[in-house]
T-cell receptor, first 119, second 111 residues
Framework: GAVVSQHPSWVICKSGTSVKIECRSLDFQATTMFWYRQFPKQSLMLMATSNEGSKATYEQGVEKDKFLINHASLTLSTLTVTSAHPEDSSFYIC???????????????FGAGTRLSVL | GENVEQHPSTLSVQEGDSAVIKCTYSDSASNYFPWYKQELGKRPQLIIDIRSNVGEKKDQRIAVTLNKTAKHFSLHITETQPEDSAVYFC??????????FGTGTSLTVIP
């Protein structure tokens, strides 16, 4: 199987605080992890692509200093929303991609998502 | 960059009928096209995918077709059931593994 665990599932925080979200691949090594943001009834918007041991690649319009991504190992990536504000409230979903092999290279396995509510 | 458009945004069908969702993409370098099903409050689940070297793929009641020349691909669900009700997303990916998702289609299957 390919299981991706994401924690926490829901977090409520005060404006100005920072929140860390973890994404773990439980039974495989993820060469690449992705972070998405999803607004209600809308699609998944790619925020950044993260490769183990290197800096994340951010999509246009996504603030690097606002959304800090760390991919310290092949099974863990973290997204830290710094100095969160109400407009950062959203559903954040990570995914992980297996490496190697023509058949499995592109498949992404998603975490269950984190609902962030900033008061 | 890649731009993926998806239609329709909402779709209602009677149980047993077929449902078709269409997507277009802009980047000719895209070579992998997965479809995800997302139930309310849950993670997206891969239901079927197709690569650019194949024109059609079928898995039981689900099929996907790809027209590389026209840059469009479609999801076909036959004999729909109430449990097929969900939001469906298409995506286009390139060799860099980056997925660009369509805007989603909310499918409702009416019993």
């Amino acid at each position: 199987g390919a299981v991706v665990s994401q924690h926490p599932s829901w977090v409520i925080c005060k404006s100005g605080t920072s929140v860390k979200i973890e994404c773990r691949s439980l039974d495989f090594q993820a060469t690449t992890m992705f972070w998405y943001r999803q607004f209600p009834k809308q699609s998944l918007m790619l925020m950044a692509t993260s490769n183990e041991g290197s800096k994340a690649t951010y999509e246009q319009g996504v603030e690097k200093d606002k959304f800090l991504i760390n991919h310290a190992s092949l099974t863990l990536s973290t997204l830290t929303v710094t100095s969160a504000h109400p407009e950062d409230s959203s559903f954040y979903i990570c995914s992980a991609s297996k490496g190697g092999g023509a058949g499995g290279k592109n498949i992404q396995y998603f975490g269950a998502g984190t609902r962030l509510s900033v008061l | 960059g890649e731009n993926v458009e998806q239609h329709p945004s909402t779709l209602s069908v009677q149980e047993g009928d077929s449902a078709v969702i269409k997507c277009t993409y802009s980047d000719s370098a895209s070579n992998y096209f997965p479809w995800y099903k997302q139930e309310l409050g849950k993670r997206p689940q891969l239901i079927i995918d197709i690569r650019s070297n194949v024109g059609e793929k079928k898995d039981q009641r689900i099929a996907v077709t790809l027209n590389k020349t026209a840059k469009h691909f479609s999801l076909h669900i036959t004999e729909t059931q109430p449990e097929d009700s969900a939001v469906y997303f298409c995506a286009a990916a390139n060799t860099g593994n980056q997925f660009y998702f369509g805007t989603g289609t909310s499918l409702t299957v009416i019993p």
